[in-house]
């Protein structure tokens, strides 16, 4: 009896604060739908503007306004700058990368519904999910008592292990989400690594990359 066929891996790098990764979210939801359990899913944050330490340029919060507002045109996402424009808001990824990290590890698979439910905090409410409180206090809706989570949250092993996720997305060269890498584990090179997505793309184009790629001769 011949053993079965090694279930191939599709290896997403998001983070919760890029705005394209926002828009990118009701793609993946249409990724997931059609290819259900053919692949195996893992998510990374990448990590993009981690450890910032200084209020952005008012230039560049003009910038990231107008990107929200196309952004918002091409994917119906809803958008609201007022965080954004806040002159003493600091716009540091780490603390909502480390969240996921660590919801990860209190949860069953409710990391990806969090990373979600603090994305669409930020970019659709305005919430700063920057702030240890507020980042319990969406944990707290998985019923993840607030103390746990900030426990954990806080923890060398946490701190450590976003680092980790981080370091993932640097060994792949990758420097701009969303990014999608599909790890086939079969054919010719059975850790052929193939990259089937890199920004923003629709669904259906997404679908019929992954599934070219899932019979591509490698």
Not at 1 to 20: G, H, I, N, T, V
Not at 103 to 123: K, N, P, V, W
Request: charged share 25%; hydrophobic share 40%; aromatic share 12%.
């Amino acid at each position: 009896m011949s053993e079965p066929k090694p279930q191939p891996r599709l290896l997403c790098f998001l983070d919760a604060m890029c705005s394209w990764c926002y828009g990118f979210s009701p793609v993946m939801d249409k990724i997931a739908d059609h290819f259900g359990d053919r692949l195996e899913y893992f998510t990374f944050s990448g990590g993009l503007r981690p450890f910032n330490k200084e209020p952005m340029a008012p230039e560049m919060r003009e910038k990231l306004a107008a990107t929200y507002e196309k952004i918002g045109e091409i994917t119906g996402q809803p958008f609201t700058t007022a965080r954004l424009m806040d002159p003493d808001f600091i716009y540091d990824t780490e603390p909502a990368s480390r969240a996921i990290v660590a919801m990860r590890h209190l949860t069953d698979g409710e990391d990806y519904s969090y990373y979600l439910t603090i994305q669409r905090a930020f970019y659709a409410q305005g919430e700063d999910i920057t702030q240890d409180d507020v980042l319990a206090g969406y944990a707290a809706r998985f019923e993840i008592p607030k103390e746990t989570f900030l426990e954990t949250f806080r923890s060398e092993k946490i701190r450590e292990a976003t680092m980790s996720d981080f370091r993932v997305a640097q060994n792949f060269g990758i420097t701009g989400f969303p990014t999608l890498v599909l790890h086939r584990l079969d054919g010719k090179n059975p850790q052929a690594m193939l990259l089937v997505g890199q920004g923003y793309a629709a669904a259906e184009e997404m679908i019929e990359r992954i599934e070219a790629a899932l019979v591509a001769d490698v």
